[in-house]
């Protein structure tokens, strides 16, 4: 049977182990599957973009396990009562093809967006960081607090967004974390000003400039989560042009993330790259880094596969009868057979008149 996993069974889980151990055990995941980075199908997501939005798929596998997600990002839901990103995934076996697991993935991609997020600064960002601002205070932005507060250590966090009701719900839920200090900045730079850490992760499909290259600050390290698609961009070029840029998988940065806007040959690492020595991290406590984040379907997998473990130690989902289960599996008909008996009365309700008997 395939193990289900819904919405509130992932808010249980999450309640039961707390979102900072969450947080940190799957970016575990995520870095031993990125370590692994060679035995992993790549490609970029496949993605049919509108007016107003854009639905994905994002497939990955290695030898044993396969894994998809689907996602919409769609700016206007929040007037429709509707989250901006809805998101469901697979993760099946690959020597039979058997979907393992199904779960929801609006709440799981949030926490493995972070934990990604978390994960990469922890090789780019200064290790004296202690102040973060949040530029873009929509629903990613607890999740990213939490994870630099409680994998980096940031204690002091700074909020802005043009929706101030926004930032005022951030501040009220992150009060369960009396340890972090946390204010409202009246504009971007004044939120920007002397942080270790700044945080994009706004919603509009725009091309916007969320960060000028006046607003940055030596050592700073920028985590570009919201340049997420073709015609969304947060950053001007020239906060690019001068710092190291890092990215997930580079095929598919090059369509969706904020280096869209610069030339084919700009020179960018691969995370992985980072993480098996094959290129350093930060060089000096001077250099301006930017993770360039658009989500990879390899962060799904992982997170996948850390729900389906932490389902199944703490004996929450269920069984899912998505799949027939047959005593001859050559045949499926036998899930609709009816006995002759059983046929000719249906027949008979229906008016449908059984063809003549041959001589």
Known sequence: MTQYIDVQDVAELVKREGLPRVIGAMAGYIESDYRDWENFDKSARVASHSTVGVIELMPTA????????????????????????????????????????????????????????????????????????????????????????????????????????????????????????????????????????????????????????????????????????????????????????????????????????MPADFPVTEFHQILSGAQPGRTSEQQVTVFDSVGFALEDFSALRYLRDLGQRHGVGRELNLIPSLVDPKDLFALVRQEPSTARATDRLSGATAPAAMA
């Open 62 to 261: 290695n030898e044993a396990l396969y894994a998809f997600k689907y996602v919409n990002g769609h700016p206007q839901n929040t007037f429709s009562a509707l989250p901006t990103v809805m998101a469901f995934g697979v993760l099946a076996d690959v020597g039979t093809g058997f979907p393992l697991l199904l779960s929801e993935m609006t709440l799981l991609t949030a926490i493995r967006t972070a934990a990604m997020s978390a994960l990469a600064a922890s090789r780019l960002a200064r290790k004296s960081s202690r102040v973060m601002a949040i530029i873009g205070n929509g629903s990613q932005s607890e999740f990213q607090a939490i994870a630099f507060h409680s994998m980096l250590g940031i204690r002091q966090v700074r909020l802005y967004d043009t929706d101030l009701e926004a930032s005022q719900k951030l501040k009220r839920n992150l009060a369960a974390f009396p340890e972090l200090e946390v204010t409202i900045a009246l504009t971007a730079e004044q939120a920007v000003r002397g942080a270790d850490i700044v945080t994009t992760v706004t919603a509009d499909k725009t091309n916007a400039t969320i960060l000028r290259p006046e607003m940055l600050e030596p050592g700073m390290h920028i985590n570009a989560v919201g340049g997420d698609c073709p015609g969304k961009t947060e950053l001007h070029p020239d906060v690019l042009r001068d710092a190291r840029v890092v990215v997930e998988y580079e095929p598919q940065t090059r369509i969706e993330g904020d280096i869209q806007q």
